[in-house]
């Protein structure tokens, strides 16, 4: 496995190209499973998670092509499984999803439960009792799911006790074949969900709402082929921003939709790095003397992500004063904290909260990605670093930031892939 090296303390200038969403590549991907004709998706990145979800399609019978270094096309004329086996879901909790689809498509399914990565329990209860309300049977049968729907799935009014973004999109997935209305409550209201629900009406879903608390959806008979743009992703460009912040200097990010971080730039200002914001463009600068401390607190959108909780914390871990970082979405989402610890950060996790004591640098030290988002925290700290850090177990990384070391290389951070002995 390979560990990316950095060399800290060198800010970061020049422009960064933001690239699909992760989250919503995916989810985009499992549309397929609803039609007979072509899916064309471009704008799409590549990494490990679109790779894994393109393996269990293949599996189910999809033929899967890719065109150029972004797009991709999905063809499913008739699927030859409905079975998503352990070995190929386990990989990434996403591909869950597919379950809802090919209940819709051939009235019964057998998918595992997922893994993912283990940033809390993530149980998959809101799924199937969204599922179990348009009138499918489930089973649970040595970890996997179970599920008929004979005669097809019907409209049902869901209202989810909290917000899931994941049960959110299975639901809309899973109802746009439905007999009738579904009306989705207290539904996830992410860009990427939009995203998807533009997709599916492209193909002739009738979805209204998406984005809103209350999404509704008209269920129809058939849906067509689409061509579709995956939406800029936020996540990396949050990363990015944070990076620069975290780093010094000037960097510039192209192909964003600034307006889906709206919680994100008045707090990177907050801590004292200067935001200007383009019609697709960001500009992050940020000169010498420590950042502010600022206090986050995450919440579903538009709330501030919980993805960019890990790489606010490596901002604020260098700030004049302290910081509080609250929590609210994943009840283990501070694996980061002993890694940043390593780096000579001062931090307490009590329970949900994070207690962030500034300090004036970090050091260099080996250390060790647990989760997707926790990794590129350590990347934006070991940016800022003296020293050199080592980072071991990326392929977190690659589930979900393409070239990371090419576009932050490009930026003139100091920064290899080497094989990990
Ligand atoms: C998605 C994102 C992830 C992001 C998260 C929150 C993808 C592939 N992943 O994950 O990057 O961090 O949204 O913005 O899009 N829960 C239950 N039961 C369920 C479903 C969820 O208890 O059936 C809980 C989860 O454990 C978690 C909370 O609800 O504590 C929110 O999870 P959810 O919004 O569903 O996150 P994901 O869709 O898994």
Partial sequence: MDKIVIEGGFPLRGDIRISGAKNSAIKLMAVCLLTDQQITLTNMPRLRDTRSMG?????????????????????????????????????????????????????????????????????????????????????????????????????????????????????LLSAVLAKGETVLMNAAR???????????????????????????????????GVEHSVVPDRIEAGTYALAAATAGGSVRLTHVRHDHLGALWPLIAQAGARVSLDDSTVLIERGTGRPNPVDIDTQAYPGFPTDLQAQFMALVGLADGVSIIRENIFENRFMHCPELTRMGADITVRGREAIVRGVPEYVAAPVMATDLRASASLINAGLAARGET??????????GFEHIEVKLGQCGARIKRVPDD
């Fill in 190 to 224: 992410e860009p990427e969900i939009i995203d998807l629900a533009n997709c599916l009406n492209a193909m002739g879903a009738k979805i209204t709402g998406a984005g809103r608390s209350e999404v509704r959806i008209e269920g129809v008979a058939k849906l067509g």
């Fill in 390 to 399: 080592h980072i071991s177990r990326v392929y977190h990384l690659d589930r």
């Fill in 55 to 171: 393996q269990l399609l293949t599996h189910l019978g999809v033929e899967v092509g890719e065109v150029g270094a972004s797009t991709m096309t999905l063809h499913a004329p008739k699927l030859s499984s409905s079975e998503a086996p352990y070995d190929l879901v386990r990989k990434m909790r996403a591909t869950f999803n597919v379950l809802g689809p090919l209940l819709a498509r051939e009235e019964e399914a057998r998918v595992s439960l997922p893994g993912g990565c283990a940033i809390g329990a993530r149980p998959v209860d809101l799924h199937l009792k969204a599922l179990e309300a348009m009138g499918a049977k489930i089973e649970l049968e040595q970890g996997y799911v179970v599920a008929s729907a004979k005669g097809g799935l019907r409209g049902a009014e869901i209202s989810f006790p909290f917000v899931s973004v994941g049960a959110t999109e299975h639901a």
